[in-house]
């Protein structure tokens, strides 16, 4: 039996993130208000064991790098490792409406 990974983004509202850190609330108490699925926007979506063997396969972040957001621009970025073959691809969404 061959499991798939789901790759989702979880949205939280950044409001009840800072009441977490301000310890107005339980760190189990935010809440996702949406998710998106990924994997039909990666470009490759093959295990990274396929290029990376010698990891095993419990240690492996699977296709996803690093994120980062643009709080002016409102614009999600996205590293999917190994998109093009051996190198790294960088997805981009504008999330929002910018002001």
């Not at 999600?76 to 981009?92: A, K, Q, R, S």
Request: hydrophobic fraction near 40%; proline fraction near 11%; include cysteine.
């Amino acid at each position: 039996m061959m499991l798939t990974t789901i790759l989702l983004i979880i949205f939280y509202d950044p409001a009840n993130l800072a009441s977490v850190a301000k310890g107005e609330m339980q760190p189990y108490q935010p809440q996702p208000y949406t998710t998106m699925p990924l994997n039909s926007y990666l470009f490759n979506p093959m295990p990274m064991s396929l290029y990376l063997p010698e990891i095993p396969a419990g240690q492996q972040k699977h296709f996803l790098g690093g994120c980062a957001f643009d709080r002016v621009n409102h614009y999600l970025y996205i590293v999917e490792l190994h998109g093009d073959g051996e190198y790294p691809l960088i997805h981009v969404w504008r999330v929002g409406n910018p002001t």
